[in-house]
Nanobody, 120 residues
């Protein structure tokens, strides 16, 4: 069982920056991919950024150009650097992991979420 624990959320001014962290309870070196999603009230959960085991990155359209996603396999942690924050970035940000199980089936794990609030 994989547990994901997010941290780093909070209140930021418009134009400010935050760095989110997602620590996994097991080694992430074999994970297929890890990523961040966000969900604002009344909205669907949407992709923010993802990074594969090989280091390939993919960014959602809404925050593209203002993000950097990285992973540190030694610390079993994925980071999301968010810059030039806007009030519309206010949401709960969730960490996500895609992991192949022993049956070679892809399983999805989620963290509990961390609130990001951008003050205008």
């Amino acid at each position: 069982q994989v547990q994901l624990v997010e941290s780093g959320g909070g209140l930021a001014p418009a134009g400010g920056s935050l760095r989110l962290s997602c620590a996994a309870s097991v080694s992430i070196s074999s994970f297929n991919a890890m990523g961040w999603y966000r969900q604002a009230p009344g909205n669907q959960r949407e992709l923010v950024a993802a990074i594969t085991g090989g280091g390939h990155t993919n960014y959602g359209d809404t925050m593209k150009g203002r993000l950097i996603i990285t992973r540190d396999n030694a610390k079993n942690t994925v980071y999301l650097q968010m810059n030039s924050l806007k009030p519309e970035d206010t949401a709960v940000y969730y960490c996500n992991a895609l992991v192949f199980n022993l049956n070679d089936e892809l399983e999805t794990y989620w963290g509990q979420g961390t609130q990001v609030t951008v003050d205008s």
